[in-house]
């Protein structure tokens, strides 16, 4: 007996493009397909042309949820009601105003469950990144090798990538159902982004994601949330975008911190710093409490990563060792030659020759300072 697929269509005031969306779903040769319809309050859509329009497309005749909430819940609340109402093996997640790649997509997602490990809860394919018209491909958001090495790893391996890089497109991607209830589906602590935390937790209740290169799984228009133009002021469902980012850093991130090297750890925070200064840029505060509490956990990393930024002054003094310690065995080859010669009976030869052995030492003390320096932070990433 044939999986069913869930197929869940996101729309919020995206009627212009809808009925293309819709029609990449009708056009599936996979029969076993269900499709939910999640309209989050649209304010432009005429749903009894819409309910008409798929009557006329339906020639599979699939079963069709409405689900048209009244009020505005947000991304994560919605879908999470959606997920209420499927009844498939398997759930495939995408917005209004893209498509699926072609009619066999679907068809190629359940083969390749079939042909994969029981623990492999998600399977994504490539996601085409297109203009508003979808007629011009701008960039494709899966590099191939990423994905292949991604593959290889654990959960846990898969974790830490993810903590620094979300390169996995919800609407490119098919979940298995029984996965997602037992994560208890979407983190309604997020009110936009349901996708990033949703790959976190995943990983953290060990599932494998896995990267299908022979699936080419959506074409995605520009112009949703996650984009905007830099040059126009932010608007308030940005801010609760980039918000919703920064906080399952916190939820998803900071509770796992010590499981990651001492240059991942860096990473991940200075991400997290510059997300917060992004936001403070356009005037939004941001409580960082969760941070503090971070770094009173993580005393001693962070005390090594303060001491990094005095660091960069040292290296203006010693980039190479080598060449910094040739350089000054000339020094002192030069000093004793002029020591020995008639010129340091001149005062100011003997003042160049005092600077200069000041110098010297002051560079041996900041070349020893970096030395230890080093010793002790390899000790501590090896002891973490």
Not at 346 to 360: D, G, H, M, T, V
């Amino acid at each position: 007996m044939k999986k069913k697929v869930s197929i869940i269509v996101i729309h919020y005031n995206q009627s212009e493009y809808v009925k293309i969306a819709l029609d990449s779903v009708f056009q599936q040769s996979y029969k076993e397909i269900e499709l939910i319809f999640a309209d989050d309050a649209s304010d432009d859509i005429d749903l009894n042309d819409l309910k008409k329009y798929c009557q006329r497309k339906n020639v599979n005749k699939m079963k069709i949820v409405w689900q048209i909430n009244s009020t505005n819940l947000g991304t994560v609340k919605s879908l999470n009601q959606a997920l209420t109402k499927c009844t498939g093996d398997y759930v495939l997640i995408f917005a209004a105003d893209d498509k699926l790649y072609s009619n066999d997509v679907i068809e190629k997602y359940v083969d390749s469950f079939e042909k994969n490990e029981q623990d492999v809860a998600l399977i994504f394919g490539q996601c085409y990144m297109m203009d508003k018209e979808l007629n011009k491909l701008c960039y494709k958001f899966i590099d191939y090798n990423k994905g292949e090495e991604f593959n290889q790893l654990s959960s846990l391996g898969q974790f830490k990538v993810l903590s620094n890089e979300c390169f996995i497109a919800m609407g490119a991607s098919m979940v298995k159902m029984d996965a997602l209830k037992k994560i208890h589906n979407f983190d309604e602590r997020y009110k936009y982004v349901e996708d990033y935390s949703l790959f976190l937790n995943l990983s953290l209740n060990g599932y494998k994601m896995i990267f299908d290169p022979k699936i080419n799984g959506l074409f995605h228009r520009d112009g949703g949330i996650s984009h905007r133009d830099e040059n126009r002021k932010l608007e308030q469902h940005h801010i609760d975008f980039f918000k919703d980012i920064i906080k399952i850093t916190e939820i998803c991130i900071f509770p796992y911190f010590n499981v990651f090297d001492y240059e991942n750890k860096n990473k991940i925070v200075n991400t997290y710093v510059q997300r917060i200064k992004d936001l403070s840029v356009h005037g939004v505060t941001y409580d960082i409490s969760a941070f503090r509490k971070l770094k009173k956990k993580n005393l001693l990393f962070f005390i090594f990563k303060r001491i990094n930024k005095v660091d960069d002054i040292f290296k203006v003094y010693a980039k190479e060792k080598i060449n910094f310690l040739l350089n000054m065995v000339y020094l002192l080859t030069c000093l004793i030659y002029l020591y020995n010669s008639v010129f340091l009976k001149k005062f100011y030869f003997r003042f160049l020759i005092i600077l200069s052995c000041c110098f010297f030492f002051v560079n041996l003390i900041l070349f020893m300072i970096r030395f230890i320096y080093h010793v002790i932070r390899k000790i501590v990433v090896f002891c973490n």
